[in-house]
């Protein structure tokens, strides 16, 4: 079994716990993020995710917990730890008055640069995220997907190996949000550890190795998608009819299954795997039964949220997905 202790995890929380107050946002929790992978916290707005990244990033300060990033622990050494973090909050860093060149400049001024290894890294980073032809218009001007990528790119300066990245694409559209999720995957594949707070579970979905829900200012589940899709019951395999004959017949050959007269179409439970499938299609077979339509339904993040936060104040999502067979 891999070891995971704080020495061999990017960031690591043992009873982490803040409060404002009377009010507790933070009620001990733990994470443990394994390097060059992408872990994302979900939760209600409140729930306390940004409070998380800011404590992780030395920003505020925790009331208890035993936190290491980067090896190195919060309490003994915060400036250690910020010589190895990058932070792309909520809101954007980017100074609209000057151009995105010098914003990087400027960036590269704080982290200490030369002046040629500040120029060759801000060149270098404007190239990788199809800045060049932007960069010396002001920042002002910039669409919200660039004043984005320029933002990210002013993070890499001080090449750090953990990134914060808090609710980064809210407000992105979906072009622009597809952009920055490939720019995430490059930075992962580089082994750089991304910590993600999101509204958006389908970016969850996308993008984290394993996934923290937090409610109530405690961890809810954690684990990977996959993993925390099967802790909530609901999956099933729909056959639609367009021929109210044949349905009737299949309401009674088919056991298990919820009719839906008015849609002429019939519900039968599912996991949605591949074994499942091939049993529901054989045991079809075998009755004579032909649908006009069959359509898989699982859970999704969606379902996970609700079921396990009561559905409260819910992050952006799609709709549930069906794959038509």
């Known amino acids: 079994m891999t070891k995971t202790t704080s020495d061999s995890l990017a960031i690591a929380a043992k009873g982490l716990r803040k409060a404002y107050g009377d009010k507790t946002v933070l009620d001990g929790i733990d994470l443990a993020v394994p390097a060059g992978t992408v872990f994302s916290l979900l939760g209600p707005n409140g729930a306390g ?18 936190l290491h990033v980067g090896g190195h622990d919060l309490a003994v050494d915060p400036q250690a730890v910020r010589a190895a973090i990058g932070v792309t909050g909520q809101f954007s860093a980017v100074d609209g008055l000057i151009t995105g060149e010098e914003n990087m400049l400027l960036m590269a001024d704080l ?5 040629a290894e500040g120029r060759r890294t801000a060149a270098e980073l404007l190239e990788r995220f199809d800045l060049v032809e932007a960069a010396k218009k002001p920042a002002a001007g910039y669409s919200g997907g660039m004043k984005r990528r320029l933002d990210l790119a002013m993070t890499l300066v001080g090449d750090p190996r953990i990134i914060f990245l808090d609710e980064p694409t809210t407000g992105l559209d979906p072009r622009s949000r597809h952009t920055t999720w490939g720019i995430i995957r490059e930075l992962v594949a580089g082994g750089v550890t991304v910590f993600l707070t999101t509204q958006y579970l389908e970016e969850a979905d996308e993008l984290a190795d394993r996934i923290a829900v937090l409610s109530d200012g405690r961890i809810a589940a954690e684990g990977t998608a996959d993993e925390l899709k099967r802790l909530v019951p609901g999956g099933h395999v729909r056959l639609r009819f367009t021929d109210p004959v044949t349905y009737r017949a299949a309401a009674v050959a088919l056991r298990e299954v919820t009719r839906d007269d008015e849609a002429l179409a019939l519900q039968i439970p599912s996991d949605g795997s591949q074994r499942e499938l091939r049993a529901v299609l054989d045991w079809l077979d075998s009755a004579g039964v032909e649908a006009d339509e069959l359509t898989v339904h699982t859970p999704d993040l969606d379902d996970v949220f609700f079921a396990l936060t009561g559905g409260t104040d819910k992050p952006k999502a799609d709709q549930h997905k069906e794959t038509a067979r």
């Not at 030395?58 to 208890?64: E, K, N, Q, R």
């Not at 982290?111 to 002046?115: A, G, Q, T």
């Open 49 to 66: 995710k940004t409070t998380a990244v800011k404590i992780l990033s030395t920003l505020i300060g925790a009331d208890a917990g035993d």
């Open 111 to 115: 982290h200490h640069l030369s002046r």
